[in-house]
């Protein structure tokens, strides 16, 4: 999904100011009950190693009976990765599947050459107050995967691999990360992770990537000296040693890139190419509604409705 889709080693002090190659505040929009915060893709920088849209959605509470629906609707050329840090979706797409995701676990819907999925706040949570924040972020495929059949993955938080040191807790998302894999299928060089920080305490950035973002979730980080708050994002100069320290409340982050893909991309609504025929294509068949005949078929258990084409 999109909350929110658009047509078109060492000590900190001893990194320089300029290793942050751009520093990104999100912009915000409300959706009517919950806030969403979008980092990427930013005026100065389209993508982080793949990952071309990142949506920080809430924190939000929710009364009794109300939730996020997010009707049926279309990708193609990417993979979608939505975690949570509260609350709960109900994942259902047109592969077949039909899943709840929760709290640090892991939904990757590839959609290559198209799928359709929606998520919805599920009916258990609606029956009391409930809560929303999470994370969702679109990593942009490479072009020999752009026309893959679509694929879906679900991996329990306890699937995830976790490194702790001294008041350093990272949940491996996606791809690998000093030293350990986590278990979804990737089609490029990706890391993505859930970092929590004690107060003072440091992380080094991995070193072998070439793209490296930080997200600040929760807390503010030190880098150089500067402070840096909650929903900001920086992207860090190739090549360079980053580690960074958490301020007096603890920090927490999700750290992100992976190797630059072969070119940028082309971004319409929910649809992400290398070509702007590709899109065109996209469009034209969404827009048909010929359901099961084509790229695009309605996800299972939810067929009532869907959003169409924006004109």
Known sequence: MSWN?????????????DAIETLI??????????????????????????????DQAGPADLLTGQGVDVRPHPHIGIGTVTYLYRGDFHHRDSTGVDQIIRPGALNWMVAGRGVSHSERTSAAARTGPNSLFGIQTWLALPDSHEDMAPSFEHHGKEALPVIEDRGVSVRLILGDAYGKHAPATM??????ADVKLDAGCRL?????????????VEGSISVAGQEYQA????????????TVAAGAQGARLMILGGATLGGPRYIWWNFVASSKDRIEEAKTEWRAADWGKGRFDLPINDRDEYIPLPE
């Open 187 to 192: 089609f490029s060089e990706t890391f993505y």
């Open 25 to 54: 505040v999100p912009r915000a929009r409300d959706l009517g009950g919950f806030e969403v915060r979008r980092a990427l893709p930013a005026p100065k920088r389209q993508m982080v190693g793949p990952f071309i849209f990142f």
């Open 231 to 242: 929903s900001q994002m920086m992207v860090f100069r190739p090549g360079d040693s980053i």
């Open 5 to 17: 889709p658009a047509i078109e080693p060492g000590c900190p002090d001893a990194v320089g100011v």
């Open 204 to 216: 080094p950035m991995p070193d072998n990537h070439e793209d490296r973002g930080i997200y600040i």
